[in-house]
């Protein structure tokens, strides 16, 4: 059974940086690619970025593209997401999710879900 779980969100000054991390479990995490997403208060999911280990493939979004890396270690099965420069409109759920081929930018296209963890950027 594919697993998935976010964790590591929390309270942020702007300015300052999170770090997220996503644990898996039940698939070839090298062949399956692991997407972050997050959702806003009134706005649609998006996917913030992706990567797969078997290409070293690698997705940001170009909103995040300078702020963001996404990293992993394969011995833990983990992926994460580094956010620098947080900024109020990066206050949002964030999601891991897996997909068994490339890194889309369509939130739609990855079938497996974790359940996210809030980020919240304020003063």
């Known amino acids: 059974e594919v697993q998935l779980q976010a964790s590591g969100g929390g309270s942020v000054h702007p300015g300052g940086s999170v770090r997220l991390s996503c644990t898996t479990s039940?698939?070839?995490?090298?062949?399956?690619?692991i997407g972050w997403l997050r959702q806003a208060p009134g706005k649609e999911r998006e996917v913030v970025s992706c990567?797969?280990?078997?290409?070293?493939?690698?997705y940001y979004a170009d909103s995040v593209k300078d702020r963001v890396t996404i990293s992993s270690d394969s011995a833990k099965n983990t992926v994460y997401l580094q956010i620098n420069n947080v900024k109020p409109e990066d206050t949002a759920t964030y999601y891991c999710?897996?997909?068994?081929?490339?890194?889309?930018?369509?939130?739609?296209?990855?079938?497996?879900w974790g359940k996210g963890t809030l980020v919240t950027v304020s003063s």
């Open positions: 999710a897996a997909d068994p081929g490339y890194c889309s930018r369509l939130a739609a296209k990855y079938d497996y």
């Open positions: 039940g698939f070839t995490f090298g062949v399956y690619s």
């Open positions: 990567m797969r280990s078997s290409d070293g493939s690698t």
